[in-house]
C-alpha cells in the first residue's frame, strides 16, 4: 500500500507554482518585482469579454477567469493604450491579432524608438525589438508592443538619460536569458527611465526588458495584499491560476 501511494504521488501532477512578488531597494528606491516561471505558470493578456467590452480591471479579469474554476494571480497593465483603451501597437490574444505591429517614429514615449514586443507562448517568453519583430514575424499566442526598450541585448536604451527630472511610477517587463523566467516590475515611487531600466538591467538581470506605461501603472498581488486602484485600463498582462 505504501509504494502504492508513493507511486501515485510521483504520478500525480506538479502543482501550479504561484509567481513570486518582492519589495526591492535599488539605489534608493524602492521596487516591487515579481518572478514568472513560464515552464509551470501561464502567463497572458486580456482585452475584451466576449461581448468585445473591454475588460478594464483586475477585477473583471478574474470574474471571466473564476467562471471556468480560475483565478487572476499576478497582474498589471499591459501596454500603452488609446484614450477609448484600444491598444496604440501590436496587440494579440489567443493567436488573433486586434491591431498590427508599429515601426515608425513617433511622438510620446512609444515612438521613442527602439520600442519593443513582448511575444507569450506556452512555456517561452521573449522581448523583441519592434522593427526586428516585423521582419522576422515571431509566432505569439500572446503579445503586446509597447516603448520603449529599457534594456536592448544587455544595454541600457541609447535615449535613456540618468540625470532626467521626469519621473513617474513605471512598470515593464524583462525576461531572462533563458526564455522561461519573467519578471514584471513597478517602482513604488516615482522613478527616472534611466533608473528604471538599470533595475531590470543589474538587479533583474534581464538582457531584454520593455517600458510598459507610466503615471497609470498599476500592480495587482494579492499574496501582498495589493489591488492599485486608477482609472480603467486597457490590455492586462498576468497570470492564470487554478480557482481554491
Known sequence: MLRLAVLLAWLAPAPLMAAECETIAFDGADFTACRVDMTSETLRLWLRDDEGEILGSFGAVDRRLRENGETLGVAMNGGMYHSDRAPVGLYIEDGEEEMRVVTSEGPGNFGLLPNGVLCLNDDRAAV????????????????????????????????LLPGSTSHYVRNGVGVADDGRTVWLAISDEPVNFHHF??????????????????????????????????????????TVRPAD
Open 128 to 159: 523583441i525589438e519592434s522593427r526586428h519583430y516585423a521582419d522576422t514575424r515571431p509566432a505569439c499566442t500572446h503579445a503586446t508592443q509597447s516603448g520603449p526598450m529599457l534594456v536592448i541585448e544587455g544595454e541600457l536604451h541609447p535615449r
Open 197 to 238: 531600466a538599470r533595475l531590470f538591467q543589474e538587479r533583474l538581470a534581464t538582457p531584454n526588458a520593455l517600458f510598459l506605461d507610466g503615471n497609470i501603472s498599476r500592480l495587482y498581488a494579492p499574496e501582498m495584499n495589493r489591488n492599485d486602484f486608477g482609472w480603467a485600463l486597457g490590455p492586462i498582462l498576468g
